[in-house]
């Protein structure tokens, strides 16, 4: 017979390899599963220029119907992303980008220009990677959780060849 090792061990000590082993076996669980979202997958500029005009667009829509006017075209340039954090939400990667951009607004009679307007934008790309999605958080919800609302944003999003 083959002598057990394990049975020669007094039970305290059994119970701490017991307990050594499940530590272990959960970091090693644990680090495998990491949620961290990779940042070389991040949107470009192109991405980030659509986002904006559609956050712009969302507020001028309203004001420009509330006004009977005609809606400004936009003109965004110099965007300079200040930070990118990766996030995750709703299971999917997300990347939250602030930074700044300049702004020319075309009126039928006059142009306005702005510059070093600042932004802060929820990017999420959808899990088959073709589209992107503009994130708000909704502001009504009174759940301790934050509800987003997410709009498809449009466009060309083919990388260039």
Known sequence: MIPNLYSSLSFQKQDLIKGLLVIFCSLVL???QSNTVPLEFAPDGKIVEQAIALQLSQRLTPLSEQLN??????DISNINVKKIAPV???NLPSYHLTGTYNLKLIL???EVKQKRNKFDVYLQRQAEGKTWR???KDNKSSNQEAVWKSYVIMGDLRPNN
């Open 30 to 32: 644990t680090a495998c």
């Open 69 to 74: 006017t005609q809606k400004p075209k936009l």
């Open 88 to 90: 995750t939400i709703s």
């Open 108 to 110: 039928p009679r006059q």
């Open 134 to 136: 503009l994130l708000s």
